[in-house]
């Protein structure tokens, strides 16, 4: 079955860097778009960054732009996502995305905490 396990996640401060990783099974990784989102306390989930299964075209919320990048390993079945200079309002937790088979697949997302 499709597994998405996201790791990487923790206390950091403001200002400060973090990367988060998601290992995928059960599908053919290189075959599907991966994305990140992230949820923050008392708000809906939002689209952080997406990338297509070759690895080209990112895009990016406009409240990250320039400071988190995403990216794709198909020799390892991951994808990452690089945040650098931190913000108190990146705090949520982040979630892993793909679309295969005709549906959504999520993994259980990892906290991320920005905080002094």
């Known amino acids: 079955q499709v597994q998405l396990v996201e790791s990487g996640g923790g206390l950091v401060q403001p200002g400060g860097s973090l990367r988060l990783s998601c290992v995928a099974s059960?599908?053919?990784?290189?075959?599907?778009?991966m994305s990140w989102y992230r949820q923050a306390p008392g708000k809906e989930r939002e689209l952080v960054a997406a990338?297509?299964?070759?690895?080209?075209?990112?895009n990016y919320a406009d409240a990250v732009k320039g400071r988190f990048t995403i990216s794709r390993d198909n020799a390892k079945n991951t994808v990452y996502l690089q945040m650098n200079s931190l913000k108190p309002e990146d705090t949520a937790v982040y979630y892993c995305?793909?679309?295969?088979?005709?549906?959504?697949?999520w993994g259980k997302g990892v906290l991320v905490t920005v905080s002094s």
């Open positions: 995305k793909t679309a295969a088979y005709g549906r959504d697949y």
């Open positions: 059960g599908f053919i990784f290189n075959l599907y778009s």
């Open positions: 990338i297509t299964r070759a690895g080209g075209s990112p």
